[in-house]
């Protein structure tokens, strides 16, 4: 959900960005989110979250609900699509490093190995949209900045979901991001009134579906594995964005580009994949089945459960 989603963001940003300015759309979009999750969490009871999960949210609302849309906006707008998809792209990485380090997850070989491929998809993609053409020394470093601004994002919301829900994460994250771009309020509402009826419809679609849902089940699945896996599961944007921009935009890929959505996909599943344990004994599910279920067995995990 989450990853189809934000690919379908890129598609519409696109249908939207001439018309507004990279701060006024991130406010647009964070407003509409904030206001969707506020009803949500008002209705369902959620109440404020617990003090110990502030410190999480205040950070990854003001790094990534606010910082990360606003400085992407801009950056793509000083560098080509290539680029920007290449830079950006990092963050993923800088994602399993972090969390390696900070959060204590590790560095699992089949992560590291499956990030490493959808990563040298990602780049095959941006050189192949790259066409060529120069970048501006401050857009790139506005993407990059976007980058390291997600990767803390995701690495300080982590810790945020052991005490508070994933929807109370999400609905102040995105509060507080509106509250950043507040500064952009006046700009929006006077791009708004010169707008077409279609470019803030999209607006308001992007602050719904890829800003209110998708952080919201985002949120749900990082407080249920790691945020190095997480980060690598983003790595299937990039394809699906080919294959969106393909079949709404009438974008038809070059067969590199294809190639490198594949890697991308392709290094996603490898990041996935279960490792089994090589020992001797033959698998628990084995011999439960041949003996019977044990105590306990057969039955989903607290904390997969949820």
Known sequence: MTVVLWASAFVSIRSSVGHFGPGALAFGRLLAGAVVL???LVVRGGGLPPRRAWPGIVTSGVLWFGGYMVALNWGEREVDAGTA?????????LVA???????KEGFP???LAGIAVSFLGAVVVGLSMSGGSTSSFGGVLLCLLAAVAYAAGVVSQ????????????????CLIGAL???PFAGQLVSQIAEAPLSATLNVVYLGVFPTALAFSTWAYALSRTTAGKMGASTYAVPGLV???SWIFLGEVPGWLTLFGGLLCLGG???SRMRTRARTGRRPAAAEATASGPAAGEGRPTADLGG
């Open 109 to 111: 070989p089949r992560l």
């Open 268 to 270: 996603v599943a490898v």
């Open 180 to 182: 950043v771009c507040l």
């Open 38 to 40: 506020g009803v949500v």
């Open 85 to 93: 998809a290449m830079i950006v792209n990092v963050g993923p990485v």
């Open 158 to 173: 982590k810790p945020a979901l052991a005490y508070a829900t994933p929807l109370q994460v999400t609905a102040f994250g």
């Open 242 to 244: 080919v294959l969106m």
């Open 97 to 103: 490093l972090l969390g390696g380090w900070l959060l």
